[in-house]
């Protein structure tokens, strides 16, 4: 991985979008701060389409989508996409049906049957299409829990997902690469060749790797925990929030010395 202040003046002008993750990419711990908030401002002014990709609920987006300064939010790990259409809340959420839900329900009652040691994560009850079980957050799981946990979810047919806080069980097909390239076709009608080539993907973890695989460029923080095969390009010296920001001081540095060559110079 090279270093984020390592990219180029044309990748960095190149960009039309920036992909971001919330839990210890964004978050630290959860929590945002001012410099991670501040950095979304500059990257907004810069020009960049920001879209929040994360595995938290879809209730979380609609808030988030109201409130900060992005264009939208891919939530629940790709299934969810929600945005605001002339101010109002547009979400489309094609596997929130009743069966499904009723059928994913059924799941996860057999896996807290077979592992009664799982807690629920405390956002479950805003979700639409996934069940989360809290493996990082507020309780901690061992990893060889988890994994039996997610064989007993698939051989009962789920899939699952594992951030850093939550193990997601689920019943819908998306990832998160697949959900962003759906937001961007959607919104901005981009197809899937220019998404991968014009969006850049910061993240942290394993829940992460659709879109380190699909995404041109791609960034991890300095708290990048996923597996080896992940090859993110660029990395930060710093951890979550504050590596959020130095890759944002990056991005916009560069575009601003791309738009002013005289500051690429040294004039
Ligand atoms: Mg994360």
Request: aromatic share 6%; proline share 3%; with cysteine.
């Amino acid at each position: 991985m090279k270093h984020i202040s390592e990219i180029s003046i044309d990748e960095a002008c190149g960009l039309r979008a920036l992909l971001f993750d919330l839990d210890d990419t964004l978050l630290d711990h959860g929590k945002l701060t001012e410099a991670a908030y501040s950095a979304l401002f500059r990257l907004k002014e810069s020009g960049l389409v920001l879209v929040a990709v994360t595995g938290r609920p879809s209730g979380w987006a609609e808030i988030l989508v109201r409130q900060w300064p992005i264009d939208g939010a891919v939530s629940e790990n790709g299934a969810v996409l929600c945005s605001l259409v002339d101010g109002r809340l547009d979400i489309v959420a094609d596997g929130a049906d009743a069966a499904r839900r009723s059928a994913l329900l059924e799941v996860v009652a057999t896996i807290r049957a077979r592992h009664p040691e799982l807690v629920p994560s405390d956002d479950v009850e805003a979700r639409r299409t996934d069940f989360t079980f809290d493996v990082g957050e507020h309780d901690h799981v061992g990893a060889t829990v988890v994994a039996r946990v997610c064989a007993t979810a698939r051989a009962l047919g789920a899939r699952t997902t594992v951030s850093s806080v939550h193990l997601h069980v689920t019943l819908d097909g998306s990832d998160k690469a697949s959900g962003a390239l759906r937001f961007l076709s959607r919104c901005f009608g981009w197809d899937p060749t220019e998404a991968v080539n014009r969006a850049a993907f910061i993240g942290d973890s394993d829940n992460d790797e659709a879109c380190f695989n699909a995404f041109r460029t791609t960034i991890a923080v300095a708290n990048f925990r996923g597996r080896p095969t992940l090859a993110p390009r660029f990395s930060t010296s710093e951890a979550m929030g504050a590596g959020f920001a130095e890759a944002a001081r990056a991005i916009v540095s560069r575009r601003n010395q791309g738009r002013n060559p005289s500051v690429a110079n040294g004039q």
